[in-house]
């Protein structure tokens, strides 16, 4: 069995390298998504225990929106990206006009929206990993939820809790020209998925 | 009384049951477990002597997990677990009520690779295992908030018994 934290420096740095891509590729798709330019920072990358994960995420309580997709194929797991109020709000102005929208109360179209948002996100991060790698990638049609933090969380958590402890999370900053605001992608390989990106890149 | 005392809390502040943890107070103590999304809080009581366990499970069976390392983790060990955790401070297992909430189905994921294991489904599964496990220990459930699709930030207080549900969504809910 595979552990993330068992890794070494360089097997996460080479994650860590992943993330970068993957966060590069997101801020292009959504910048011509929206039509003007975002400036991020340089990600964060840590290896987590998921009872860390809330807090991390700002306490369990904490409201957020959820877009989960599956991969399957050479490789399967989860990506979760989460993003709160503050981001869902930046982009339901900017893709549905300048509003006074509800992330806690969304209609169908908003969350749509919002949706495909964190689709994008979440296939440049596949795409990512699959370009590095050499290998296919299947992705499943996203799925969109908005709630507590840890109840979002409880999800991928479950499924995990009988094989592993540990998850891999992306902090992003974004910036415009008037506001900050936070995303979160969550990235959780099956356990042979994860022995099979580690042999593949020659770690 | 002494034997128990790692159980006990005294203090008026709220007692915090992490993820797959279980934790027993005695009258004015109240438990709290934050965000329950599939996972499902169990929460048991005796009005005799006003003790009050809360469990937070993930999982519905033991025998069916891989790491199988915490007791708390799965619906069935995790409740006995709590009884027996109860029964030290004083608690009768003939006495006790349950109220339990939790249980929902956070995503529709309609479409997945793996046909094994339904996600969408963990939710009701650990519901029912839940019941199920009550129903052999003759733990009655008076109150119940479970399923739909929301999160659930639980309150149970061993004074009163009472159990209170707050989301995102709506306020306070008293059970």
Same mark, same amino acid.
Request: aromatic fraction near 8%; glycine fraction near 8%.
């Given at each position: 069995?595979?552990?993330?934290?068992?890794?070494?420096?360089?097997?996460?740095?080479?994650?860590?390298?992943?993330?970068?891509?993957?966060?590069?590729?997101?801020?292009?798709?959504?910048?011509?998504?929206?039509?003007?330019?975002?400036?991020?920072?340089?990600?964060?990358?840590?290896?987590?225990?998921?009872?860390?994960?809330?807090?991390?995420?700002?306490?369990?309580?904490?409201?957020?929106?959820?877009?989960?997709?599956?991969?399957?194929?050479?490789?399967?797991?989860?990506?979760? &990206?989460?993003?709160?109020?503050? &981001?869902?709000? !930046?982009?339901?102005?900017?893709?549905?006009?300048?509003?006074?929208?509800?992330?806690?109360?969304?209609?169908?179209?908003?969350?749509?929206?919002?949706?495909? !948002?964190?689709?994008?996100?979440?296939?440049?991060?596949?795409?990512?990993?699959?370009?590095?790698?050499?290998?296919?990638?299947?992705?499943?049609?996203?799925?969109?939820?908005?709630?507590?933090?840890?109840?979002?969380?409880?999800?991928?958590?479950?499924?995990?809790?009988?094989?592993?402890?540990?998850?891999?999370?992306?902090?992003?900053?974004?910036?415009?020209?008037?506001?900050? &605001?936070?995303?979160?992608?969550?990235?959780?390989?099956?356990?042979?998925?994860?022995?099979?990106? &580690?042999?593949?890149?020659?770690? | 009384?002494?034997?128990?005392?790692?159980?006990?809390?005294?203090?008026?502040?709220?007692?915090?049951?992490?993820?797959?943890?279980?934790?027993?107070?005695?009258?004015?103590?109240?438990?709290?477990?934050?965000?329950?999304?599939?996972?499902?809080?169990?929460?048991?009581?005796?009005?005799?002597?006003?003790?009050?366990?809360?469990?937070?499970?993930?999982?519905?069976?033991?025998?069916?997990?891989?790491?199988?390392?915490?007791?708390?983790?799965?619906?069935?060990? *995790?409740?006995?677990?709590?009884?027996?955790?109860?029964?030290?401070?004083?608690?009768?297992?003939?006495?006790?009520?349950?109220?339990?909430?939790? *249980?929902?189905?956070?995503?529709?994921?309609?479409?997945?690779?793996?046909?094994?294991?339904?996600?969408?489904?963990?939710?009701?599964?650990?519901?029912?295992?839940?019941?199920?496990?009550?129903?052999?220990?003759?733990?009655?459930?008076?109150?119940?908030?479970? *399923?739909?699709?929301? *999160?659930?930030?639980?309150?149970?207080?061993?004074?009163?018994?009472?159990?209170?549900?707050?989301?995102?969504?709506?306020?306070?809910?008293?059970?």
């Amino acid at each position: 069995m595979v552990n993330y934290s068992e890794l070494d420096d360089t097997a996460q740095d080479l994650l860590r390298e992943i993330g970068n891509i993957g966060t590069g590729n997101a801020v292009t798709a959504l910048s011509s998504m929206v039509g003007h330019s975002f400036n991020v920072e340089l990600p964060q990358v840590r290896i987590i225990n998921y009872r860390e994960a809330p807090e991390l995420l700002g306490g369990a309580e904490t409201f957020q929106t959820g877009i989960l997709l599956e991969i399957g194929g050479e490789l399967s797991g989860m990506f979760m &990206f989460l993003l709160n109020e503050e &981001f869902s709000k !930046v982009m339901l102005d900017a893709l549905l006009g300048p509003g006074d929208w509800d992330p806690v109360n969304m209609d169908e179209m908003c969350r749509s929206v919002i949706c495909e !948002v964190g689709n994008i996100v979440c296939c440049s991060y596949v795409n990512a990993l699959a370009r590095l790698m050499g290998i296919k990638i299947e992705v499943s049609v996203p799925d969109i939820c908005s709630d507590m933090v840890g109840a979002l969380l409880s999800v991928p958590m479950i499924h995990f809790a009988n094989l592993s402890d540990e998850l891999m999370l992306i902090e992003n900053r974004f910036f415009t020209d008037k506001t900050a &605001f936070t995303g979160h992608v969550l990235f959780l390989p099956e356990m042979e998925s994860l022995e099979k990106m &580690f042999s593949l890149l020659g770690i | 009384m002494k034997k128990c005392f790692h159980f006990l809390v005294y203090d008026m502040d709220k007692t915090v049951v992490g993820i797959a943890e279980g934790k027993v107070v005695r009258s004015p103590g109240e438990l709290i477990t934050y965000a329950l999304g599939s996972c499902v809080g169990i929460c048991l009581y005796d009005r005799t002597c006003s003790v009050a366990g809360m469990v937070h499970i993930l999982l519905p069976y033991k025998k069916t997990a891989v790491n199988q390392s915490n007791p708390y983790k799965f619906a069935d060990t *995790g409740i006995i677990a709590l009884v027996k955790d109860m029964e030290r401070c004083g608690a009768n297992v003939r006495r006790m009520t349950a109220k339990i909430a939790g *249980g929902a189905k956070m995503f529709e994921r309609s479409d997945t690779f793996k046909g094994e294991v339904d996600e969408t489904q963990i939710g009701q599964r650990n519901v029912e295992a839940v019941r199920e496990v009550l129903r052999e220990l003759r733990i009655p459930i008076i109150a119940d908030d479970t *399923g739909d699709r929301l *999160g659930r930030t639980i309150t149970f207080s061993a004074e009163t018994g009472q159990l209170t549900v707050k989301t995102v969504r709506w306020e306070w809910k008293k059970l």
